[in-house]
């Protein structure tokens, strides 16, 4: 049986940069067992599942290990595959999510997708193995957090780039990643994201961390419109825009790939 499997980079508008992820248009369930394995043979950090639902997708997210409940850059992924290449007439679609209905449209010569606004609160318990993993001071930090991650504010851009975590010591923090972020250079931010006890050690460039940061910088900045870096070595570079609960986020895609997983 064959399923269809798109390659596309993500947050970004050149091959090789940006978050590649797996788009697997389907016309119907598999197995939940047959999901992840196919998300293990794709070995990128998510693979995007969606079916057609009503007038909207059902939309699904796997790391090389598990389920996700939401993934920024398979989601513009996703939209991508759709609006570009597979139903270039529409203007935007809708899917439906274990986070709820999110929309991608089209914005120009990028993509804007319309997510929820999780702002973070204060981290009372700073756990050690945060503190041992990123090698940090916790006079040189500010600690936020969300249910499922982590939010490390350094004093500059450099501090984010420089950092070498020990990924054994965070992925202890399970089931919560680890987002490290900084006043930028040529933006208004920057950041990076580690995830290890989900099968990726640094994710390239990630679209829901973005729906705590932007909140939190467009507080500190005074700003509503922000634009965003994810440092890591493969980079990308998001536009996101906070309106009470909601947050978009804006970035460019490439198809790298497409073709066909063999499954028997």
Request: glycine letters at 8%; aromatic letters at 10%; one cysteine or more.
């Amino acid at each position: 049986m064959p399923v269809p499997v798109f390659h596309v980079d993500a947050f970004t508008d050149s091959p090789f940069h940006g978050n590649p992820a797996a788009v697997c248009p389907l016309a119907g369930w598999l197995d939940d067992d047959t999901l992840r394995a196919v998300a293990a043979e794709n070995n990128l950090s998510e693979t995007a599942y969606f079916v057609p639902e009503g007038d909207a997708f059902r939309l699904r997210w796997f790391t090389p290990r598990c389920e996700v409940k939401l993934c920024g850059h398979a989601t513009l992924a996703s939209g991508f595959v759709l609006l570009k290449l597979l139903e270039p007439q529409r203007e935007s679609v809708s899917f439906e999510t274990r986070s709820g209905r999110l929309t991608v449209e089209r914005q120009g010569d990028r993509f804007s997708m319309d997510f929820p606004a999780l702002p973070p609160w204060r981290c009372e318990h700073i756990p050690d193995d945060l503190i041992h993993g990123l090698e940090a001071s916790v006079q040189d930090i500010s600690v936020y957090q969300i249910s499922d991650n982590y939010f490390v504010i350094f004093e500059g851009e450099e501090h984010v780039r420089a950092l070498r975590p020990n990924l054994a010591l965070l992925e202890k923090l399970h089931p919560a990643g680890v987002c490290v972020s900084a006043p930028g250079i040529n933006c208004d931010f920057v950041s990076r994201y580690f995830v290890p006890s989900y099968g990726i050690p640094e994710d390239p460039v990630t679209g829901s961390t973005h729906c705590s940061l932007a909140p939190y910088w467009a507080e500190r900045l005074h700003k509503k419109r922000l634009q965003a870096r994810q440092v890591s070595e493969r980079g990308g570079e998001l536009w996101c825009e906070c309106s009470g609960e909601r947050v978009t986020i804006e970035g460019n895609a490439v198809l790298t790939m497409q073709g066909s997983l063999l499954i028997g």
